[in-house]
């Protein structure tokens, strides 16, 4: 009898590639030891490293993937900034004395009524204002001015003026004739009891130095 340690020592149950297969009696007496029949023949051999290198490759993609996929699509992505009660297409100053330097004229006025004509391709308001007290822009007391404004009501970027009322007008000129406000938030400042009152739009109050000019208060 065939030396079973002998025989399972020299023999290669599973022959490599290059080998056309077992030899009959080496196939039976495989089968004896082993129960079943071997395979005669076996796929190529895939090393170790062959398979790390393409975990690593597949790893690889799959972050790349992640990144591409953020970038694309990021979490959390920042709204644009949103201005309660401003307009865009509007200077707005931050500090009342930016407001006070950029007016060419400082008023208060009674606003006398309006008529409608189109200027710059806008339909705008043209009203007489009678000068009470000028705090910017010369002594205009007892004299009228010529302000022009976008008609209330007919767009989203129009001041609350009313014709008869009191108000503290910041103005800017082109040609010293006619005067426009310096933005429709902080240009008008209704005078109410004495003070001026800054439209919900507009933040900034006006400095004592203009206040006590307007002959208001704080």
């Known amino acids: 009898m065939i030396n079973v340690k002998s025989l399972v020592t020299r023999a290669n149950p599973l022959p490599d590639a290059a080998s056309d297969g077992l030899s009959t009696r080496a196939s039976e007496e495989l089968t004896a030891l082993l129960g079943s029949t071997p395979v005669t023949q076996r796929g190529p051999r895939v090393s170790r490293r062959g398979v790390l290198a393409g975990a690593v ?10 990144v591409a996929g953020a970038v694309l699509f990021p979490l959390g992505s920042p709204k644009e900034p949103e201005v ?22 400082i008023v208060r006025v009674r606003l006398g009524a309006g008529h409608e004509e189109p200027v710059d391709d806008t339909d705008m308001t043209v009203a007489t204002a009678r000068v009470t007290a000028t705090a910017k822009g010369g ?80």
Request: hydrophobic share 40%; glycine share 10%.
């Open 57 to 66: 490759a597949c790893t690889a993609a799959a972050v790349v993937a992640v």
């Open 84 to 105: 309660a009660g401003r307009h865009a297409d509007e200077p707005y100053y931050g500090t009342t004395a930016e407001l006070e330097n950029v007016a060419d004229l």
């Open 139 to 218: 002594d205009s007391s007892g004299g009228s001015i010529e302000v022009v404004y976008t008609t209330p009501g007919s767009g989203p970027e129009t001041a609350d003026l009313t014709a008869g009322k009191e108000y503290v007008l910041l103005l800017s000129t082109l040609d010293g004739e006619r005067f426009f406000l310096v933005n429709t938030a902080q240009g008008a400042y209704r005078v109410e009891n004495g003070h001026a009152v800054a439209s919900d739009a507009n933040d900034i109050t006006l400095s004592p130095g203009v206040l006590k000019a307007l002959r208001l208060t704080p």
